[in-house]
Protein backbone atom coordinates (compact mmCIF):
# COMPACT_ATOMS: atom_id res chain seq x y z
CA UNK A 1 0.00 0.00 0.00
CA UNK A 2 1.47 3.40 -0.87
CA UNK A 3 0.56 6.79 -1.03
CA UNK A 4 -1.41 8.44 -4.19
CA UNK A 5 0.84 11.00 -5.85
CA UNK A 6 -1.01 13.69 -9.05
CA UNK A 7 1.60 15.63 -11.16
CA UNK A 8 0.81 19.00 -11.31
CA UNK A 9 1.95 21.06 -14.43
CA UNK A 10 1.79 24.92 -14.46
CA UNK A 11 1.44 25.91 -18.59
CA UNK A 12 1.26 27.92 -21.09
CA UNK A 13 1.26 27.94 -24.53
CA UNK A 14 3.31 24.34 -24.94
CA UNK A 15 1.21 21.36 -26.71
CA UNK A 16 4.24 20.39 -28.39
CA UNK A 17 6.52 19.86 -25.07
CA UNK A 18 3.90 18.52 -22.96
CA UNK A 19 3.05 15.42 -24.97
CA UNK A 20 6.36 14.27 -24.32
CA UNK A 21 6.50 14.91 -20.88
CA UNK A 22 2.96 13.50 -20.53
CA UNK A 23 4.12 10.07 -21.95
CA UNK A 24 6.26 10.00 -18.73
CA UNK A 25 4.03 10.43 -16.52
CA UNK A 26 2.04 7.40 -16.64
CA UNK A 27 2.50 6.05 -13.37
CA UNK A 28 1.11 9.10 -11.10
CA UNK A 29 -2.47 8.62 -10.40
CA UNK A 30 -3.44 11.86 -11.23
CA UNK A 31 -2.52 14.54 -13.46
CA UNK A 32 -3.78 18.42 -12.96
CA UNK A 33 -2.89 20.51 -15.88
CA UNK A 34 -3.22 24.45 -14.53
CA UNK A 35 -3.20 26.61 -18.55
CA UNK A 36 -3.29 29.95 -18.25
CA UNK A 37 -3.20 30.23 -22.20
CA UNK A 38 -6.90 28.72 -22.36
CA UNK A 39 -5.01 26.68 -25.77
CA UNK A 40 -7.24 24.50 -27.56
CA UNK A 41 -4.60 22.37 -28.55
CA UNK A 42 -3.60 21.38 -25.12
CA UNK A 43 -6.96 20.79 -24.75
CA UNK A 44 -8.02 18.33 -27.08
CA UNK A 45 -4.53 17.11 -26.62
CA UNK A 46 -5.70 15.75 -23.36
CA UNK A 47 -8.78 14.59 -23.76
CA UNK A 48 -7.29 12.54 -26.70
CA UNK A 49 -4.25 11.16 -25.64
CA UNK A 50 -4.21 11.78 -21.74
CA UNK A 51 -7.86 11.03 -20.31
CA UNK A 52 -6.04 10.52 -17.30
CA UNK A 53 -5.37 14.51 -16.98
CA UNK A 54 -7.53 17.27 -15.16
CA UNK A 55 -8.01 20.33 -17.48
CA UNK A 56 -7.96 23.70 -15.90
CA UNK A 57 -7.98 27.30 -17.40
CA UNK A 58 -6.43 29.59 -14.84
CA UNK A 59 -5.48 32.89 -16.29
CA UNK A 60 -3.28 33.49 -13.13
CA UNK A 61 0.35 34.74 -14.23
CA UNK A 62 2.44 33.88 -10.88
CA UNK A 63 2.51 30.11 -11.11
CA UNK A 64 2.55 29.65 -7.25
CA UNK A 65 -0.90 32.01 -6.98
CA UNK A 66 -2.42 29.10 -9.78
CA UNK A 67 -0.99 26.29 -8.02
CA UNK A 68 -3.15 27.82 -4.58
CA UNK A 69 -5.80 28.76 -6.54
CA UNK A 70 -5.95 25.00 -8.37
CA UNK A 71 -4.80 23.31 -4.92
CA UNK A 72 -8.47 22.12 -3.95
CA UNK A 73 -8.62 20.04 -6.93
CA UNK A 74 -5.82 17.83 -6.24
CA UNK A 75 -6.85 14.91 -4.75
CA UNK A 76 -4.22 12.28 -4.24
CA UNK A 77 -2.18 12.54 -0.98
CA UNK A 78 1.55 13.95 -2.72
CA UNK A 79 1.76 16.28 -5.46
CA UNK A 80 4.65 16.04 -8.14
CA UNK A 81 5.61 19.58 -9.01
CA UNK A 82 6.52 19.11 -12.65
CA UNK A 83 7.67 21.55 -15.40
CA UNK A 84 6.54 20.94 -19.13
CA UNK A 85 9.99 20.25 -20.10
CA UNK A 86 10.89 17.68 -17.92
CA UNK A 87 10.87 14.24 -18.29
CA UNK A 88 10.28 11.75 -15.60
CA UNK A 89 12.53 8.09 -16.55
CA UNK A 90 11.57 5.13 -15.03
CA UNK A 91 14.03 5.16 -12.53
CA UNK A 92 12.75 7.93 -10.94
CA UNK A 93 9.42 6.99 -11.20
CA UNK A 94 10.56 3.95 -9.61
CA UNK A 95 12.03 5.14 -6.77
CA UNK A 96 9.54 7.83 -6.23
CA UNK A 97 6.52 5.19 -6.04
CA UNK A 98 9.02 3.31 -3.79
CA UNK A 99 9.72 6.15 -1.61
CA UNK A 100 5.86 6.84 -1.26
CA UNK A 101 4.96 3.20 0.55
CA UNK A 102 3.21 3.58 3.46
CA UNK A 103 3.97 4.29 6.18
CA UNK A 104 5.88 7.72 4.69
CA UNK A 105 8.04 9.25 7.31
CA UNK A 106 8.48 12.43 5.10
CA UNK A 107 6.47 15.31 3.82
CA UNK A 108 8.87 16.37 0.91
CA UNK A 109 11.60 14.94 -1.41
CA UNK A 110 14.26 16.84 -3.64
CA UNK A 111 15.29 14.55 -6.80
CA UNK A 112 18.20 15.27 -8.77
CA UNK A 113 17.85 16.46 -12.39
CA UNK A 114 20.20 15.97 -15.40
CA UNK A 115 20.48 19.30 -17.56
CA UNK A 116 19.95 19.47 -21.26
CA UNK A 117 20.25 22.85 -23.00
CA UNK A 118 20.70 24.22 -26.95
CA UNK A 119 20.48 20.55 -27.96
CA UNK A 120 23.18 19.13 -25.54
CA UNK A 121 23.62 17.50 -22.13
CA UNK A 122 25.04 19.51 -19.69
CA UNK A 123 25.19 16.98 -16.93
CA UNK A 124 23.88 17.75 -13.47
CA UNK A 125 21.29 20.47 -13.25
CA UNK A 126 19.62 21.61 -9.71
CA UNK A 127 18.35 19.22 -7.28
CA UNK A 128 15.20 21.02 -5.75
CA UNK A 129 11.69 20.51 -3.55
CA UNK A 130 9.66 18.29 -6.26
CA UNK A 131 7.42 16.46 -4.14
CA UNK A 132 5.88 16.90 -1.29
CA UNK A 133 2.42 16.16 0.68
CA UNK A 134 -0.75 18.01 -1.01
CA UNK A 135 -1.46 19.77 2.22
CA UNK A 136 2.00 20.37 3.51
CA UNK A 137 3.65 22.40 0.36
CA UNK A 138 3.74 25.94 0.16
CA UNK A 139 6.13 29.29 -1.34
CA UNK A 140 8.38 31.38 0.65
CA UNK A 141 6.92 34.54 -1.65
CA UNK A 142 10.30 35.24 -1.86
CA UNK A 143 11.04 35.41 -5.51
CA UNK A 144 9.09 34.65 -8.59
CA UNK A 145 10.79 31.78 -10.09
CA UNK A 146 11.24 29.62 -6.77
CA UNK A 147 10.30 26.83 -5.86
CA UNK A 148 7.91 25.09 -3.28
CA UNK A 149 9.10 24.37 0.21
CA UNK A 150 8.20 22.19 3.22
CA UNK A 151 8.36 22.44 7.18
CA UNK A 152 8.77 18.46 7.79
CA UNK A 153 11.32 16.54 6.97
CA UNK A 154 12.78 16.20 3.64
CA UNK A 155 14.61 13.31 1.83
CA UNK A 156 16.68 13.35 -1.16
CA UNK A 157 16.16 10.57 -3.83
CA UNK A 158 19.45 9.52 -5.90
CA UNK A 159 17.75 8.74 -9.72
CA UNK A 160 17.28 12.22 -11.40
CA UNK A 161 14.59 13.19 -13.91
CA UNK A 162 15.52 15.08 -17.58
CA UNK A 163 15.16 18.91 -17.86
CA UNK A 164 15.24 19.64 -21.24
CA UNK A 165 15.26 23.34 -21.62
CA UNK A 166 15.36 25.89 -24.53
CA UNK A 167 17.10 24.53 -28.10
CA UNK A 168 17.32 28.54 -29.24
CA UNK A 169 19.44 31.15 -27.58
CA UNK A 170 17.24 33.63 -28.52
CA UNK A 171 14.15 32.07 -26.60
CA UNK A 172 16.47 31.80 -23.77
CA UNK A 173 17.10 35.36 -23.67
CA UNK A 174 13.38 36.59 -24.10
CA UNK A 175 13.07 34.15 -21.67
CA UNK A 176 15.35 36.01 -19.05
CA UNK A 177 13.44 39.08 -19.25
CA UNK A 178 10.02 37.73 -18.86
CA UNK A 179 11.27 36.42 -15.39
CA UNK A 180 12.76 39.56 -14.13
CA UNK A 181 9.94 41.05 -15.15
CA UNK A 182 7.89 39.49 -13.03
CA UNK A 183 10.79 39.41 -10.79
CA UNK A 184 10.61 43.31 -10.72
CA UNK A 185 6.45 43.49 -10.40
CA UNK A 186 6.91 41.89 -7.19
CA UNK A 187 9.62 44.68 -5.56
CA UNK A 188 8.87 47.44 -3.28
CA UNK A 189 9.13 50.79 -5.15
CA UNK A 190 11.75 52.15 -2.93
CA UNK A 191 13.70 49.49 -3.66
CA UNK A 192 13.07 49.71 -7.27
CA UNK A 193 14.23 53.36 -7.12
CA UNK A 194 17.45 52.70 -5.19
CA UNK A 195 18.70 50.75 -8.64
CA UNK A 196 16.74 52.47 -10.90
CA UNK A 197 19.24 53.36 -13.73
CA UNK A 198 17.71 56.96 -15.20
CA UNK A 199 17.91 58.28 -11.47
CA UNK A 200 21.29 57.74 -10.74
CA UNK A 201 24.33 60.22 -10.87
CA UNK A 202 27.34 60.32 -13.25
CA UNK A 203 29.64 58.86 -10.55
CA UNK A 204 26.79 55.73 -9.49
CA UNK A 205 26.01 55.35 -13.13
CA UNK A 206 29.52 54.62 -14.21
CA UNK A 207 30.30 52.81 -11.20
CA UNK A 208 27.68 50.56 -11.69
CA UNK A 209 28.61 50.34 -15.25
CA UNK A 210 32.05 49.07 -14.45
CA UNK A 211 30.72 47.03 -11.74
CA UNK A 212 28.49 45.19 -14.33
CA UNK A 213 31.45 45.39 -16.66
CA UNK A 214 33.41 42.97 -14.39
CA UNK A 215 30.59 40.85 -13.53
CA UNK A 216 29.85 39.77 -17.30
CA UNK A 217 33.37 38.80 -17.86
CA UNK A 218 33.59 36.81 -14.71
CA UNK A 219 30.26 34.99 -15.29
CA UNK A 220 31.12 34.38 -19.02
CA UNK A 221 34.40 32.56 -18.44
CA UNK A 222 33.55 30.94 -14.77
CA UNK A 223 30.33 29.48 -16.99
CA UNK A 224 32.41 29.03 -19.87
CA UNK A 225 34.76 26.97 -17.97
CA UNK A 226 31.83 25.02 -15.87
CA UNK A 227 30.46 23.44 -19.32
CA UNK A 228 34.06 23.13 -20.75
CA UNK A 229 32.95 19.18 -21.98
CA UNK A 230 30.71 20.94 -24.85
CA UNK A 231 31.04 24.26 -26.75
CA UNK A 232 28.49 25.08 -28.59
CA UNK A 233 26.16 24.88 -25.74
CA UNK A 234 28.93 26.36 -23.34
CA UNK A 235 29.29 29.61 -25.07
CA UNK A 236 25.54 29.70 -25.45
CA UNK A 237 25.06 28.94 -21.32
CA UNK A 238 27.41 32.01 -21.46
CA UNK A 239 26.23 34.27 -22.91
CA UNK A 240 22.70 33.56 -21.54
CA UNK A 241 24.36 34.61 -17.71
CA UNK A 242 25.42 37.94 -18.75
CA UNK A 243 21.39 38.44 -20.29
CA UNK A 244 20.20 37.61 -16.79
CA UNK A 245 22.12 40.40 -15.69
CA UNK A 246 21.20 42.82 -17.98
CA UNK A 247 17.70 42.08 -17.96
CA UNK A 248 17.44 42.23 -13.82
CA UNK A 249 18.71 45.65 -14.32
CA UNK A 250 16.18 46.69 -17.36
CA UNK A 251 13.34 45.58 -15.94
CA UNK A 252 13.71 46.87 -12.36
CA UNK A 253 14.07 50.36 -14.12
CA UNK A 254 11.02 49.74 -16.60
CA UNK A 255 9.09 48.85 -13.55
CA UNK A 256 10.29 52.19 -11.39
CA UNK A 257 9.82 53.76 -14.64
CA UNK A 258 5.94 52.14 -15.35
CA UNK A 259 4.95 52.85 -11.71
CA UNK A 260 6.17 56.84 -12.06
CA UNK A 261 4.12 56.97 -14.91
CA UNK A 262 7.22 58.00 -17.09
CA UNK A 263 6.56 54.87 -19.51
CA UNK A 264 3.14 53.25 -20.20
CA UNK A 265 2.64 49.53 -18.70
CA UNK A 266 0.61 49.35 -22.44
CA UNK A 267 2.72 48.30 -24.89
CA UNK A 268 0.36 49.92 -27.03
CA UNK A 269 0.89 47.20 -30.36
CA UNK A 270 4.85 46.96 -29.74
CA UNK A 271 4.35 43.27 -28.38
Request: glycine share 4%; net charge positive.
Amino acid sequence: MRHTIAAYLGVKNCAFILKECLSRLDWVDEIVVGDASDNDEVRRMLEEKFPKAKYYHNTEVDHRLRFEQLRQNIKSDFVLWVDSDEFYTAECAHEILEALEQPCAYDGFKIPSISHCFGECLGQGATQLRLARTSKLKWPMKSAHEMPVVDGPVKTLKNPYEHHNNPRLGIFAVKHFRYEAAEAALMETEKLEAGALDKMGPFKFWWIAALDWLRFNKRFFQTLWHYRNTRYAALCMAYSRIFHVIAARICRTEEARMRRGTIPRDTRGYL
